[in-house]
């Protein structure tokens, strides 16, 4: 029987990930496909969460969040970047940076409306664009330096165009985002009444002193930007579902409208135990110290990639190594889970133009040490 499914969804098939999976498991491969830790989150968030448990915070949240976590939220946004929000009118709790984004699209457009989308993107991106009516428009950037065409994209922008989406520290591709680029795109959504989604999940993952600088940060955005992020990749936690949406006042008010009859809120004693960890996070130096583990992963793995085949970059942030591979990136990572039994994602379904990222293959370095260690001495072939 075919499936009912509405005809804008059906372009979306199930994801390459569950076929990867299926592989993996096949092989007994290490699951260097999947892009969640196989750590465990930092031990004071699993006991705040206890301890909100066990003091009853069992039932609904308010839909925008609990003003704690909010408020964590915007110290965190202004002592780190220097960014303010008011945890009022501006930071709405979400389920996950996933659900922001699904809101987001929603919210602001009709249909119709376009939206840029960046190649490689974030998969879920142009889902949430059908979902709500939108068309997309994709701008290809390509291995390895994956820099902005500012030309090609100013070149799109119309009177239709409604959203940006823009991922830094991106996935796939390690990089950041520069404050100039961002500084012409606000301009370009400023002229066109568009909104920059600035998806930051991994915004506390950078490499070799780089740092994370928030599309909100540059003033030329700051009034057309609606930042996504979340507990997911910064906590450890990504089942946890805990994200937010922080965007101009007006915005927000789409945002909560919409949110309100989506997930209505998020799970209260993990919003809780989030917001804890926010405000002891400057004393214990938890940031600090995730990225200084995370520099230790990446240079594990890129230690053995570096004696493989692969044409390597080396990411500026977030936790996936970029390789380029002779041909098919399909065929190659088809072989490799089944002769090597290492699992990685063949990168070209971050393209809708599939040519454009042909042969690049994605690895995940979100894992323990010894999984890495596992995974290093099967790719090399010892
Ligand atoms: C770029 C990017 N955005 C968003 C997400 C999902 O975030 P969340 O778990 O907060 O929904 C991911 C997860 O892999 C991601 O890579």
């Not at 133009?353 to 979100?366: D, I, N, P, S, Y």
Request: aromatic share 10%; glycine share 8%; charged share 20%.
């Amino acid at each position: 029987m075919t499936t009912p499914l509405r005809s804008s969804m059906r372009p979306f098939g199930v994801s390459v990930f569950s076929r990867l999976t299926e592989l993996a498991i096949r092989h007994r491969a290490v699951n260097l496909a999947q892009g969640f830790p196989d750590f465990a989150p930092p031990p004071a968030l699993i006991a705040a969460a206890e301890q909100a448990m066990a003091d009853g915070l069992h039932q609904y949240a308010p839909s925008i969040g609990y003003p704690r976590l909010r408020n964590a939220l915007a110290e965190h946004a202004k002592s780190r970047y220097g960014v303010d929000y008011d945890p009022d009118t501006e930071i709405t709790v979400t389920a996950g940076a996933t659900e922001g984004m699904w809101t987001a699209a929603t919210a602001l457009m009709e249909p119709g409306d376009e939206a840029i989308v960046i190649e490689p993107f974030y998969e879920t991106y142009p889902p949430c664009v059908a979902a709500a009516g939108g068309v997309t428009r994709f701008v290809p950037t390509t291995f390895p330096d994956f820099r902005l065409d500012l030309d090609r994209i100013a070149a799109i922008f119309n009177s239709r165009t409604r959203l940006v989406f823009l991922n830094t520290p991106g996935n796939p591709s390690g990089r950041l985002l520069p404050a100039a680029d961002l500084a012409v795109l606000g301009r370009l959504a400023e002229r066109y009444g568009a909104y920059l989604v600035a998806d930051e999940t991994y915004e506390h993952i950078t490499f070799d002193g780089a740092t994370h600088l928030p599309v909100a940060a540059v003033p030329e955005c700051r009034d057309r930007t609606v930042t996504l992020s979340s507990a997911s990749k910064t906590f450890s936690a990504t089942g946890w579902r805990i994200g937010w949406v922080c965007a101009p006042p007006p915005v927000t008010e789409a945002v909560r409208r919409v949110h309100q009859f989506v997930t209505f809120a998020a799970a209260s004693p993990l919003q809780h135990a989030v917001a804890v960890m926010f405000e002891e996070a400057a004393r214990t130096g938890y940031f600090d110290t995730l990225r200084a583990e995370y520099a230790q992963r990446r240079s594990t793995l890129l230690g053995y990639l570096k004696q493989t085949d692969l044409e390597l970059t080396e990411p500026d942030g977030a936790y996936f190594v970029l390789g380029r591979c002779d041909g098919d990136d399909v065929a190659w990572c088809e072989d490799l889970v089944a002769t090597r039994g290492v699992a990685a994602v063949p990168a070209s379904v971050f393209y809708h133009h599939r040519e454009q990222g042909r042969g690049l293959v994605r690895f995940a370095f979100c894992k323990q040490l010894d999984t890495l260690h596992e995974a290093g001495r099967r790719l090399v072939g010892r």
